[in-house]
T-cell receptor, first 117, second 114 residues
Framework: AQSVAQPEDQVNVAEGNPLTVKCTYS??????LFWYVQYPNRGLQFLLKYITGDNLVKGSYGFEAEFNKSQTSFHLKKPSALVSDSALYFCAVRDPISSGSARQLTFGSGTQLTVLP | KAGVTQTPRYLIKTRGQQVTLSCSPI?????VSWYQQTPGQGLQFLFEYFSETQRNKGNFPGRFSGRQFSNSRSEMNVSTLELGDSALYLC?????????????FGPGTRLTVL
């Protein structure tokens, strides 16, 4: 079975400071990992993904994430936070070995990011 | 390209009624997945359809069902609504190329059961 943990329900950071939103995962094979962002009363917006290759993945709006296989982590980062980054962030995983061609994602519980002006 | 669209955006029903939600995927996408989002349970996978066939199903009771049409549009149905079915229902579509693998979400349908 695959699972994702986001250990922090809430992260507060000052505008202009770097931000990190943590994610750890558990799968039986090599994971496909994703970050999504959700603004109030909206659906999920894709930020970035790791499938294979370079461990540092760059995504939309200046976000990046680093895949660390030994620590089973995929933390989301941004060098300089903006107030407009305040939103709910979800990490998700898919294990292509167990799920085959099916696209089912398993999501973490979400982390509310607040960037303070 | 237009994004994933879901209708209606908001819905209010009473217990015992049934409801049908609609999802139109991004043009060219053949995989459609449905998720339920609640404050208590978070985001949970309901089912996935690909080429009109259910490819995968989450751990939900049989009151939750879905289908996909030949144009890839999908509907989900919930019968005999319960208060706990109040949630944001999200639809996502994926391109046919397996290497892409990204799911693109619609804005959701907010269902309130009274």
């Amino acid at each position: 079975a695959q699972s994702v943990a986001q250990p922090e329900d809430q992260v507060n950071v000052a505008e202009g400071n770097p931000l990190t939103v943590k994610c750890t995962y558990s799968v039986s094979g090599n994971p496909y990992l994703f970050w999504y962002v959700q603004y109030p009363n909206r659906g999920l917006q894709f930020l970035l993904k790791y499938i294979t290759g370079d461990n540092l993945v760059k995504g939309s709006y200046g976000f990046e994430a680093e895949f660390n296989k030994s620590q089973t982590s995929f933390h989301l980062k941004k060098p300089s936070a903006l107030v407009s980054d305040s939103a709910l962030y979800f990490c998700a995983v898919r294990d292509p070995i167990s799920s085959g061609s099916a696209r089912q994602l398993t999501f973490g519980s979400g982390t509310q990011l607040t960037v303070l002006p | 390209k237009a994004g994933v669209t879901q209708t209606p955006r908001y819905l209010i029903k009473t217990r015992g009624q049934q409801v049908t939600l609609s999802c139109s995927p991004i043009s060219g996408h053949r995989s459609v997945s449905w998720y339920q989002q609640t404050p208590g349970q978070g985001l949970q996978f309901l089912f996935e359809y690909f080429s009109e066939t259910q490819r995968n199903k989450g751990n939900f009771p049989g009151r939750f069902s879905g289908r996909q049409f030949s144009n890839s549009r999908s509907e989900m149905n919930v019968s005999t609504l319960e208060l706990g079915d109040s949630a944001l229902y999200l639809c996502a579509s994926s391109p046919p190329d397996g290497r892409e693998d990204t799911q693109y979400f619609g804005p959701g349908t907010r269902l309130t059961v009274l």
